[in-house]
């Protein structure tokens, strides 16, 4: 039996953020590994949307609750018991929070320190991951990756909200659940998660490129982009769960050794611009066209790249797909979603492409 099947199966996996992209392709993983999944958060964040598009609900424990509500998401968790749990809801979008800068540190912040309160406060839990983003670090805009252990920072509110997640659980893991006392004063390893852009079928996310581009395509419009030279890591969203889940699993089986902050970005030449990634798109999906317009005064980073050694070699993590598959899988499955046939057997299609990143 595979590792991970081996750790999850009949596990009970608290799962924040299960409506959203990346929460409904883990749910769809973490059922096909036979865990039990509670999934906590507010509704699907677009419409459409990967989580009605895959039925998700039916098979798993699906609570409609707000990660700042903390009574609702004690008493959720307290009734489940979960073994590990894994915090993906966030407000995650870095334009809405130059608009809504207190709706991203509320949702992104205090969401954060809920669900780590509530760690502590559920007995069962023994692990849990957080979600933040490779934007939490300071962006010196140079040429090296970025290590685990360099200073959090963020120009704009989004990704300043996750460089504070970061020190939130940094704060949590020294002063609650420390590796040293584990098995001691208490049981739980915790540890955050890092990982760039994601791409991948079922993202309908604004402001989001390869969704714009979709968007775009499918109504013969031309794509509008906004920095066509912003060089960014890209990477097919079956990495970084892939990533999370291996950090989860080892987290529940030798606790405190794998505590603390891991990168999990694409390999080297994972790294494309803006440009590169939309002319493949469009290549793949067969026509279509695009024109550049200004970004106004909003700040876009152009140059973020994570060092992922340290997942390499402890948690034996390495990105499967380059850019070029990632965007193959991600266009041809929104290819099947906007045909009649095709969506017909969409959900087949995705745990497939969940099975083939496995073997
Ligand atoms: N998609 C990416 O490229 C990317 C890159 C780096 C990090 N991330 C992080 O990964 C996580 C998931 O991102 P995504 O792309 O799936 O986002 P998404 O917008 O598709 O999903 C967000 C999820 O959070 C839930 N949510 C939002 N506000 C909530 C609240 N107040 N209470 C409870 N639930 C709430 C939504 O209902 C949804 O389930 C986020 O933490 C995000 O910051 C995403």
Redesign the pocket.
């Known amino acids: 039996m595979h590792l991970l099947e081996q750790n999850y199966r009949d596990k009970k996996v608290f799962l924040?953020?299960?409506?959203?992209?990346?929460?409904t392709w883990l749910s769809l993983w973490l059922q096909w590994l036979g865990a039990k999944v509670m999934g906590?958060?507010?509704?699907?964040?677009s419409m459409p949307n990967m989580f009605e598009t895959m039925n998700v609900a039916p098979k798993l424990a699906h609570i409609r609750?707000?990660?700042?509500d903390f009574n609702k998401l004690s008493e959720a968790a307290a009734r489940f018991e979960p073994d590990i749990v894994f915090h993906?809801?966030?407000?995650?979008l870095v334009r809405l929070s130059y608009k809504n800068p207190r709706l991203t540190y509320d949702?992104n912040v205090m969401?954060t320190v809920n669900t780590l309160e509530m760690v502590r406060n559920t007995p069962s839990v023994r692990a849990a991951v957080i979600?933040?983003?490779?934007?939490c670090y300071e962006n010196r805009e140079w040429v090296w990756g970025y290590r685990e252990d360099e200073p959090m920072g963020g120009r704009d509110p989004y990704s300043s909200s996750?460089g504070c997640c970061e020190l939130v659980t940094s704060a949590f893991l020294r002063s609650f659940f420390p590796p040293e006392e584990y098995g001691r004063t208490h049981n739980v390893a915790i540890a955050s998660a890092r990982?760039?852009?994601?791409i991948g079928g079922g993202?309908w996310?604004g402001d989001?490129l390869v969704p714009d581009c979709i968007r775009a395509l499918t109504r013969d419009e031309e794509i509008v982009l906004r920095s066509p030279d912003s060089v960014r890591p890209w990477q097919h969203v079956l990495d970084p769960l892939g990533g999370y889940l291996a950090l989860g699993s080892l987290l529940l089986t030798d606790g405190p050794r794998f505590a603390g902050a891991w990168n999990f970005g694409p390999s080297e030449n994972g790294a494309w611009s803006v440009k590169e990634v939309v002319s493949e798109v469009i290549r793949l999906w067969g026509k279509g066209g695009y024109r550049v317009e200004s970004t106004g005064n909003a700040h876009e980073a152009h140059l973020l790249k994570l060092d992922c050694s340290k997942a390499g070699k402890y948690l034996g993590w390495r990105p499967r797909y380059d850019v070029k598959t990632a965007l193959a899988m991600t266009v041809e499955w929104y290819r099947r979603f906007y045909s009649d046939e095709g969506k017909a057997t969409l959900r087949d299609f995705t745990v497939d492409q969940i099975a083939a990143h496995v073997r």
């Open positions: 924040s953020g299960h409506t959203g992209f990346k929460g906590y958060s507010l509704d699907p964040p609750g707000d990660v700042r993906l809801a966030a407000q995650p949702v969401g979600v933040t983003s490779d934007k996750k990982a760039g852009n994601v993202d996310g989001r």
